[in-house]
């Protein structure tokens, strides 16, 4: 990732399977991307996310984030939530407890009065209930 943000001009970022190793996101405060507007979590392994604490913004600039497909995670991570400019949190076949913390961050926008936040589900799977599928 600490390569990825060098591109200061990225604004759209498209990670499926494969494209993270490891089970974990972590940013730390070298690790922004000024003008990532669109995000893309497609099939990962992914089962946290992590940015350091601190009033750092690392996606300063982002509006929609889209999760498919990774039932592991279970929480937003944290940078993406605390985004100013998130306009869109969609999920499709995520874990009903990542919907469930993704709407809890809506109210959160709400609650401070950001912008409008919206959060879209489509067919969320337990992990369980996946695996049952194969």
């Known amino acids: 990732m600490s390569i990825i943000s060098k591109l200061p001009e990225l604004e759209v970022l498209k990670l499926k399977g494969g494209a993270l ?4 996101w972590k940013a730390t405060d070298q690790i922004v991307f000024p003008k990532l507007r669109f995000l893309l979590l497609d099939n990962l ?19 929609r984030v889209n999760i498919t497909y990774c039932n592991l995670l279970k929480e937003i991570p944290q940078g993406f939530a605390d985004s100013k400019t998130l306009e869109l949190i969609e999920l499709h076949k995520c874990d009903p407890s990542l919907v469930a913390f993704a ?6 926008h709400e609650d401070c009065r950001r912008n409008k936040l919206k959060v879209s589900a489509f067919d969320s799977v337990s992990l369980e209930e996946w ?4």
């Open 131 to 134: 695996l049952s599928f194969l």
């Open 103 to 108: 709407e809890k961050i809506q109210e959160k």
């Open 21 to 24: 190793l490891g089970d974990e």
């Open 45 to 63: 392994f992914l089962e946290k996310g992590e940015t350091t604490t601190g009033s750092h913004d690392h996606f300063p600039s982002l509006e």
